[in-house]
C-alpha cells in the first residue's frame, strides 16, 4: 500500500500571514526524500491554503505524481484541465466546512461527473471520485468511467469506541471489495493518524491512503521529515502494524 502526503495545511499555515513560508513546494520535497509515494493538494474556490502557483510549481517539480483535489465548479474544472495534473479526486466542498465532510453524491450527479471525468482523462489525467462506501455511490462511480474511488474514512476516524470503529471498518471492507468488483481500483483517506492507520491492511484492495492533518500535526513538533517516515512506515508494512507511539 502506497502513501500519498497532503501538505494543505503547509499553505494553511503559510496563508495566516499571508507569508511566503512555510513552501508547500519545499515541503513536498522533503515528503518524497522521506517515503511519500505521492502529493496531493486540494485546490479550493476560496483559496484558503493551496494558491494556483503552488500547484503550477508542485507539477514541476514533484517526482513521484501529484494529486489534485477538486470540486466540480466549473472554473476549477477549466483549471485543472489546463494543469493536467498526474492525478485528480473530484471531491466536494462547501464554502462553509473546516475540511471535507462527507463522500461526493455521484448517484445524483452521474451524467456532470461523467463529462467532468471525460475532460480530465482526456488531458491525460487519472480520475478518482472521493466517495462514501456505499454500494449505491460505488455503482454510480463506475458508471462515470472513472478509473478510482477513494473511499471516505470519516467515520471510522471519528469513532470513540472500538464497536462502531469495527463497524466502520467493516464498512470500508465491503465497499472496496465491491468497488474492485465494479473494476474500480480503491484508495482511501480522511482523518487517519498514526493510532489507526495500521487497520487499513485489513481493508482488500486498498492501494494508497492520503493522509494530511495527522502527519502536518506531528511534523510541528517533530519535524516533516521523521513524520511522514514513520507514517510512511506503518502504510508501506506489508502486514498490519503496531501503532505508532506518540513519544516526540
Known amino acids: 500500500m502506497k502513501l500519498g502526503v497532503n501538505i494543505d495545511h503547509i499553505a494553511t499555515l503559510r496563508q495566516v500571514r499571508r507569508a511566503t513560508l512555510p513552501d508547500p513546494v519545499a ?3 522533503v515528503a518524497e526524500m522521506a517515503g511519500a509515494d505521492g502529493i496531493t493538494v486540494h485546490l479550493r474556490e476560496d483559496r484558503r491554503h493551496i494558491q494556483d502557483r503552488d500547484v503550477e510549481l508542485l507539477m514541476r517539480t514533484v517526482t513521484t505524481k501529484l494529486n489534485l483535489e477538486m470540486a466540480l465548479a466549473p472554473a476549477i474544472v477549466a483549471r485543472a484541465c489546463a494543469l493536467k495534473p498526474h492525478c485528480a479526486c473530484i471531491v466536494p466542498e462547501r464554502r462553509e466546512e473546516l475540511t471535507t465532510e462527507g463522500g461526493l453524491d455521484v448517484r445524483s450527479q452521474v ?6 471525468v471525460q ?3 482526456r488531458g491525460g489525467t487519472v480520475v478518482s471520485l472521493f466517495i462514501d462506501a456505499e454500494r449505491a455511490q460505488i455503482e454510480a462511480a463506475a ?3 472513472a478509473q478510482y474511488v477513494e473511499l471516505h474514512t470519516g467515520v471510522f476516524a471519528r469513532a470513540r469506541t472500538e464497536a462502531a470503529q469495527q463497524r466502520a471498518l467493516a464498512a470500508l471492507q465491503r465497499g472496496a471489495a465491491y468497488a474492485h468488483e465494479c473494476g474500480l481500483r480503491v484508495n482511501a483517506g480522511h482523518g487517519l493518524d498514526y493510532h489507526n492507520v495500521h487497520l ?3 481493508v482488500p484492495y486498498l492501494e494508497e491512503l492520503n493522509i494530511g492533518h495527522a502527519i502536518i500535526a506531528r511534523a510541528v513538533m517533530a519535524g516533516l521529515d521523521r ?4 507514517m510512511a512506515a506503518l502504510v508501506h508494512a506489508p502486514l498490519p502494524a503496531r501503532p505508532c507511539a506518540d513519544n516526540l
Open 27 to 29: 515541503a513536498a520535497a
Open 111 to 116: 451524467q456532470a461527473v461523467r463529462r467532468v
Open 119 to 121: 475532460r480530465l482523462q
Open 143 to 145: 458508471e462515470t468511467g
Open 200 to 202: 487499513m491492511h485489513q
Open 227 to 230: 513524520a511522514v517516515r514513520d
